[in-house]
């Protein structure tokens, strides 16, 4: 039983770290686009349309209120 509970205790650990190598990997290139005015500038723009796009539908899909 105490090896189950070892083992078990590992997990969490485990992804943590996974997720971090791929939020490190899904991000690397974006923070290199900070470089640039041009790009960055887009890539505000294009989050902050992203995100109001995804509460629009999100609001539509649930029923919370009227859109318009």
Same mark, same amino acid.
Request: zero cysteines.
């Given at each position: ?6 083992n078990v205790l ?6 943590? =770290?996974?997720?971090?190598?791929? #939020? *490190?990997?899904? $991000? ?19 989050? =902050?349309?992203?995100?109001?796009? #995804? *509460?629009?539908? $999100?609001?539509a899909m649930l029923g919370l209120?009227?859109?318009?």
């Amino acid at each position: 039983m105490k090896d189950f509970l070892e083992n078990v205790l590992r997990y969490p650990k485990f992804l943590a =770290i996974i997720t971090a190598g791929v #939020l *490190s990997v899904a $991000l690397k290139p974006l923070f290199d686009l900070w470089q640039r005015p041009v790009t960055a500038f887009a890539l505000v723009v294009g989050s =902050i349309s992203s995100l109001v796009g #995804l *509460s629009l539908v $999100l609001r539509a899909m649930l029923g919370l209120d009227p859109i318009f």
